[in-house]
C-alpha cells in the first residue's frame, strides 16, 4: 500500500514537499514514480527514481524545479516541489513499479491515494 502526502494551497514560487510512505513490501526493489492529474486533462508522468542506483527521471516540464528522491530504510520516496507554478495544479499520486522506472503509467501496478496540490496566481 502507499500513502501519499504534503499536497496542500501554495502561492506561485512557493514550495511543498509529498511523500510517499509504503507498506508490505520489499520497497528497495521497486522504482517508484509521480504522476499528476489535472482537472480535465490525462494523467501525466512527473518524475521518477529507479530501485537500483536512485538514478531519476524527469518530465521536461518539472526538470530544473522538481526533485524526487527516496528513503529506503524509511519506506518513502519524496517530492520536493520549488517554484511552483500555476499550472502544476493536480492530483498528484505516487506509484511503484518492479524493475527499471517508466514514465508509463500503466507500467506501474500499485498507487496511492492522491494528494492535491494547489497553487495560486
Known amino acids: 500500500q502507499l500513502q501519499a502526502s504534503g499536497g496542500g494551497l501554495v502561492q506561485a514560487g512557493g514550495s511543498l514537499r509529498l511523500s510517499c510512505a509504503a507498506s508490505?513490501?520489499?520497497?528497495?526493489?521497486?522504482?517508484m514514480g509521480w504522476f499528476r492529474q489535472a482537472p480535465g486533462k490525462e494523467r501525466e508522468f512527473v518524475a521518477s527514481?529507479?530501485?537500483?542506483?536512485?538514478?531519476?527521471y524527469y518530465a521536461d516540464s518539472v526538470k530544473g524545479r522538481f526533485t524526487i528522491s527516496r528513503d529506503n530504510a524509511k519506506n518513502t520516496v519524496y517530492l520536493q516541489m520549488n517554484s511552483l507554478k500555476p499550472e502544476d495544479t493536480a492530483v498528484y499520486y505516487c506509484?511503484?513499479?518492479?524493475?527499471?522506472?517508466?514514465?508509463?503509467?500503466?507500467?506501474?501496478?500499485?498507487w496511492g491515494q492522491g494528494t492535491q496540490v494547489t497553487v495560486s496566481s
Open positions: 506509484a511503484a513499479k518492479r524493475g527499471s522506472h517508466s514514465p508509463r503509467g500503466s507500467e506501474y501496478d500499485s
Open positions: 508490505g513490501r520489499a520497497f528497495g526493489a521497486y522504482s
Open positions: 527514481i529507479n530501485w537500483i542506483g536512485g538514478t531519476t
